[in-house]
Protein backbone atom coordinates (compact mmCIF):
# COMPACT_ATOMS: atom_id res chain seq x y z
CA UNK A 1 0.00 0.00 0.00
CA UNK A 2 1.43 3.87 -0.96
CA UNK A 3 -0.07 5.04 2.37
CA UNK A 4 -0.49 8.96 2.48
CA UNK A 5 1.11 10.09 -0.47
CA UNK A 6 1.89 13.87 -0.35
CA UNK A 7 3.07 15.95 -4.16
CA UNK A 8 5.20 17.89 -4.24
CA UNK A 9 7.67 17.12 -1.85
CA UNK A 10 9.66 20.48 -2.78
CA UNK A 11 7.90 23.78 -3.89
CA UNK A 12 9.06 27.45 -4.37
CA UNK A 13 6.54 30.34 -4.40
CA UNK A 14 6.92 34.21 -4.80
CA UNK A 15 4.81 35.93 -2.35
CA UNK A 16 0.96 36.41 -3.32
CA UNK A 17 1.91 33.32 -6.17
CA UNK A 18 -0.97 30.05 -4.99
CA UNK A 19 -0.93 26.63 -4.76
CA UNK A 20 -2.30 23.52 -4.03
CA UNK A 21 -0.57 20.67 -2.09
CA UNK A 22 -1.86 17.24 -3.06
CA UNK A 23 -2.65 14.72 -0.55
CA UNK A 24 -4.24 10.77 -1.17
CA UNK A 25 -4.63 8.11 0.90
CA UNK A 26 -5.58 4.50 -0.09
CA UNK A 27 -6.61 3.00 3.61
CA UNK A 28 -10.16 4.08 2.99
CA UNK A 29 -9.59 6.53 6.15
CA UNK A 30 -12.58 9.00 6.82
CA UNK A 31 -10.65 11.35 8.90
CA UNK A 32 -7.76 13.38 7.14
CA UNK A 33 -5.97 16.46 8.37
CA UNK A 34 -2.76 19.32 7.44
CA UNK A 35 -0.26 20.21 9.91
CA UNK A 36 2.07 22.76 9.43
CA UNK A 37 5.77 21.71 11.35
CA UNK A 38 7.84 25.06 11.77
CA UNK A 39 11.19 24.66 14.38
CA UNK A 40 10.46 24.85 18.06
CA UNK A 41 6.83 25.10 17.16
CA UNK A 42 5.91 21.50 16.49
CA UNK A 43 3.11 20.37 14.75
CA UNK A 44 0.00 22.68 14.55
CA UNK A 45 -3.36 21.66 12.63
CA UNK A 46 -4.71 23.47 9.74
CA UNK A 47 -7.87 21.86 8.75
CA UNK A 48 -9.09 18.54 8.92
CA UNK A 49 -11.92 16.48 7.82
CA UNK A 50 -13.98 13.41 8.95
CA UNK A 51 -15.24 13.13 6.09
CA UNK A 52 -16.45 13.33 2.34
CA UNK A 53 -18.16 17.05 1.81
CA UNK A 54 -16.93 17.66 5.75
CA UNK A 55 -14.03 20.27 6.84
CA UNK A 56 -13.37 22.03 10.17
CA UNK A 57 -10.82 24.49 10.91
CA UNK A 58 -7.91 24.07 13.40
CA UNK A 59 -5.36 25.81 14.96
CA UNK A 60 -3.56 27.85 12.20
CA UNK A 61 -6.60 27.94 9.29
CA UNK A 62 -5.95 31.76 8.04
CA UNK A 63 -4.75 31.82 4.90
CA UNK A 64 -5.39 28.23 4.12
CA UNK A 65 -8.97 26.69 2.28
CA UNK A 66 -9.50 23.21 1.96
CA UNK A 67 -12.21 20.95 0.42
CA UNK A 68 -13.20 17.46 1.06
CA UNK A 69 -15.11 16.18 -2.24
CA UNK A 70 -13.99 12.42 -2.32
CA UNK A 71 -12.12 10.03 0.86
CA UNK A 72 -8.82 9.55 -1.00
CA UNK A 73 -8.12 13.06 -1.79
CA UNK A 74 -7.64 16.22 0.61
CA UNK A 75 -5.58 18.83 -0.66
CA UNK A 76 -4.38 22.37 0.95
CA UNK A 77 -5.23 25.66 -1.16
CA UNK A 78 -2.80 28.68 -0.52
CA UNK A 79 -4.70 31.19 -2.28
CA UNK A 80 -1.92 34.10 -2.19
CA UNK A 81 0.87 32.83 -0.52
CA UNK A 82 2.99 34.75 1.84
CA UNK A 83 6.97 34.22 3.78
CA UNK A 84 4.89 33.21 6.81
CA UNK A 85 3.42 30.07 5.15
CA UNK A 86 7.47 28.90 4.48
CA UNK A 87 7.22 25.50 6.60
CA UNK A 88 7.09 21.90 6.31
CA UNK A 89 3.51 20.75 5.36
CA UNK A 90 2.13 16.96 6.50
CA UNK A 91 -0.75 15.22 5.55
CA UNK A 92 -2.30 12.70 7.81
CA UNK A 93 -5.23 10.30 7.85
CA UNK A 94 -6.65 7.62 10.06
CA UNK A 95 -10.02 6.33 10.53
CA UNK A 96 -12.61 8.34 12.25
CA UNK A 97 -14.54 6.35 14.23
CA UNK A 98 -11.48 5.32 17.15
CA UNK A 99 -9.99 7.55 18.55
CA UNK A 100 -7.42 5.01 19.06
CA UNK A 101 -6.19 4.07 15.53
CA UNK A 102 -2.84 5.66 14.83
CA UNK A 103 -2.75 8.52 12.64
CA UNK A 104 -0.42 8.27 9.07
CA UNK A 105 1.69 10.46 8.03
CA UNK A 106 2.63 11.37 4.38
CA UNK A 107 6.35 11.53 4.16
CA UNK A 108 6.00 16.19 3.93
CA UNK A 109 5.84 19.17 1.39
CA UNK A 110 8.82 21.67 2.00
CA UNK A 111 7.53 24.91 0.72
CA UNK A 112 9.07 28.56 0.87
CA UNK A 113 7.81 31.42 0.37
CA UNK A 114 9.92 34.08 -1.34
CA UNK B 1 -3.66 27.89 24.77
CA UNK B 2 -1.20 24.27 24.63
CA UNK B 3 -3.04 22.00 26.25
CA UNK B 4 -0.09 19.27 26.06
CA UNK B 5 3.64 20.64 27.75
CA UNK B 6 6.27 18.17 26.29
CA UNK B 7 10.03 18.82 27.66
CA UNK B 8 12.82 18.99 27.52
CA UNK B 9 13.12 20.88 24.16
CA UNK B 10 16.15 18.69 22.97
CA UNK B 11 17.91 16.26 24.42
CA UNK B 12 21.74 14.57 24.05
CA UNK B 13 21.72 11.24 25.72
CA UNK B 14 25.25 8.84 25.46
CA UNK B 15 24.79 5.04 23.84
CA UNK B 16 23.41 2.74 26.11
CA UNK B 17 22.04 5.77 28.31
CA UNK B 18 18.42 6.36 29.43
CA UNK B 19 16.53 9.07 27.44
CA UNK B 20 13.16 10.27 29.23
CA UNK B 21 11.07 12.78 27.71
CA UNK B 22 8.29 14.47 30.05
CA UNK B 23 4.67 15.73 28.95
CA UNK B 24 2.23 17.13 30.74
CA UNK B 25 -1.60 17.84 30.12
CA UNK B 26 -4.61 20.03 31.37
CA UNK B 27 -7.87 18.35 29.95
CA UNK B 28 -8.62 15.67 31.90
CA UNK B 29 -10.91 14.32 29.43
CA UNK B 30 -8.44 13.00 27.31
CA UNK B 31 -8.06 9.38 27.11
CA UNK B 32 -5.59 8.30 24.33
CA UNK B 33 -1.88 8.84 25.05
CA UNK B 34 0.31 8.38 22.01
CA UNK B 35 3.96 9.00 21.44
CA UNK B 36 5.11 9.29 17.54
CA UNK B 37 8.90 9.44 16.34
CA UNK B 38 9.81 11.74 13.71
CA UNK B 39 13.26 11.03 11.76
CA UNK B 40 14.43 13.93 9.43
CA UNK B 41 12.60 14.25 6.28
CA UNK B 42 9.94 11.68 7.32
CA UNK B 43 6.87 12.08 8.70
CA UNK B 44 5.76 11.53 12.40
CA UNK B 45 4.97 7.25 13.03
CA UNK B 46 3.52 6.06 15.83
CA UNK B 47 5.81 4.58 18.14
CA UNK B 48 3.82 3.73 21.26
CA UNK B 49 0.63 4.71 22.92
CA UNK B 50 -1.13 4.58 26.56
CA UNK B 51 -4.79 4.56 28.29
CA UNK B 52 -5.36 6.26 31.65
CA UNK B 53 -6.22 3.26 33.11
CA UNK B 54 -3.00 1.67 33.04
CA UNK B 55 0.18 2.96 34.71
CA UNK B 56 2.85 1.74 32.45
CA UNK B 57 3.67 0.20 28.92
CA UNK B 58 6.27 -1.35 27.67
CA UNK B 59 7.11 -1.98 24.16
CA UNK B 60 10.96 -3.43 23.80
CA UNK B 61 13.38 -0.35 25.04
CA UNK B 62 10.45 2.28 24.93
CA UNK B 63 8.10 2.93 27.95
CA UNK B 64 5.24 5.27 28.84
CA UNK B 65 4.82 5.92 32.32
CA UNK B 66 1.11 7.51 33.02
CA UNK B 67 0.44 9.57 36.42
CA UNK B 68 -2.82 10.53 35.78
CA UNK B 69 -3.15 12.57 39.30
CA UNK B 70 -0.50 14.46 38.40
CA UNK B 71 -1.88 14.68 34.87
CA UNK B 72 2.01 13.91 33.34
CA UNK B 73 2.99 10.91 31.26
CA UNK B 74 6.69 10.17 30.26
CA UNK B 75 8.47 8.41 27.45
CA UNK B 76 11.58 6.22 28.59
CA UNK B 77 14.21 4.85 26.13
CA UNK B 78 16.43 2.11 27.88
CA UNK B 79 19.90 1.44 26.14
CA UNK B 80 19.64 4.29 23.97
CA UNK B 81 21.15 3.44 20.44
CA UNK B 82 22.38 6.14 17.61
CA UNK B 83 19.58 4.83 15.55
CA UNK B 84 16.76 6.73 18.30
CA UNK B 85 18.19 9.72 17.24
CA UNK B 86 14.70 11.81 16.29
CA UNK B 87 12.12 14.05 17.25
CA UNK B 88 9.68 13.00 19.55
CA UNK B 89 6.03 14.09 20.03
CA UNK B 90 4.14 13.10 22.85
CA UNK B 91 0.05 13.42 22.43
CA UNK B 92 -3.24 13.17 23.61
CA UNK B 93 -6.81 13.17 21.99
CA UNK B 94 -10.31 12.96 23.26
CA UNK B 95 -13.44 10.23 22.50
CA UNK B 96 -14.92 10.83 19.10
CA UNK B 97 -13.94 12.78 16.32
CA UNK B 98 -11.59 15.57 17.41
CA UNK B 99 -8.17 15.68 16.27
CA UNK B 100 -5.14 14.79 17.96
CA UNK B 101 -3.16 17.78 20.54
CA UNK B 102 0.49 17.15 20.53
CA UNK B 103 3.15 18.21 22.33
CA UNK B 104 6.03 20.72 20.71
CA UNK B 105 8.50 18.05 19.97
CA UNK B 106 11.58 16.93 22.16
CA UNK B 107 14.83 16.55 19.62
CA UNK B 108 16.68 13.66 20.95
CA UNK B 109 20.36 12.76 19.93
CA UNK B 110 22.28 9.35 21.02
CA UNK B 111 26.18 10.25 20.74
CA UNK B 112 28.49 7.10 20.64
Known amino acids: NAGVTQTPKFQVLKTGQSMTLQCAQD?????MSWYRQDPGMGLRLIHY???????DQGEVPNGYNVSRSTTEDFPLRLLSAAPSQTSVYFC?????????????FGNGTRLTVT | QQQVKQSPQSLIVQKGGISIINCAYE??????FPWYQQFPGKGPALLIAIRPDVSEKKEGRFTISFNKSAKQFSLHIMDSQPGDSATYFC???????????FGKGTRLSVIA
Open chain 2, 27 to 32: NTAFDY
Open chain 1, 49 to 55: SVGAGIT
Open chain 2, 91 to 101: AAILSGNTPLV
Open chain 1, 27 to 31: MNHEY
Open chain 1, 92 to 104: ASTYASRNNSPLH
